[in-house]
């Protein structure tokens, strides 16, 4: 483990043969037990830089050094497959189970696979994807993350491999909850094909809740602002943005003044550029 951390042996033993021994051996080496437990320090202090170990635990809850082992073991595993010494203190604190005694790294071999192969991701792009969302390393290659990339890859979602946390959380959602989303937007009027196209110019919509977000959203735009589906066809993007901070305001701003823009201009123009135009 020590040379795959880059530590040096500790030591107090010098390969000078004219130098004295050390005081607490006559024999030429010094006893194991004190470069274990060097080293089992190094390794600790090393943990606790990258932020797999929380710095304020007590000496008392460490982990033995069987567990200390079994992690840079993992540790070593993972920068194999791209991961850097800056990316562990993210998969440690939302997968804590992979720095167990009990993980054992082949059962996330399936899903390096997957991004290799059926995703033709870069070691790069892996890396950005596995640290967006590092639960995707505990889904099932075959039952989500296959039938996913399917799915969205027919309805024209395209440049999964760029590591984006959109596209980290879209490959990790499971068909059943995309398809929700697809029979929302026909509840409203879009047919299959609209649908689709709608989605894969705002793959963002899979990641809403029906309930509390887009549903909301669409009543104020057919309700209050009186807008037609034709014009959110044209900008799917609306509903990426806040009702309560952007959407409502400017609606009821140019409401005031018996001005009507497209939806573009109204959500899309910064403040400035926005109350400046329609003062």
Known sequence: MLHSLHLPVVSSYSSDKSSNP????????????????????????????????????????????????????????????????????????????????????????????????????????????IIGCPQMLSSNVEYCLKPTLDYLTKLGVKKLNVPSTLNARLLNTRVERLRETLRFLGSIGLNRREAAEFCARMPAIFGYNIEHHLKIKFEFLAVEMERSLEELKEFPQYFGFSLGKRIAPRHWHLKQRNVRIKLNKMLLWSDNRFYTKWK
Request: glycine share 4%; hydrophobic share 35%; charged share 25%.
């Open 22 to 129: 050390p005081s607490f051996s006559s024999s030429q080496n010094p006893p194991l037990y004190l470069k274990f437990k060097t080293s089992h320090r190094e390794n600790l202090r090393y943990l606790r830089a990258i932020g797999v170990i929380d710095p304020s635990t007590k000496p008392h809850k460490l982990p033995s050094p069987e567990v200390v082992s079994q992690i840079l073991s993992t540790i070593d595993f993972f920068k194999l497959k791209g991961l850097t010494d800056g990316d562990f203190s993210r998969l440690a604190y939302l997968c804590p189970q992979f720095f167990s005694i009990n993980f054992d790294p082949s059962e996330v071999e399936p899903v390096f696979d997957f991004l290799i192969t059926d995703l033709h991701a870069s070691v790069e792009e892996r890396r950005g994807l």
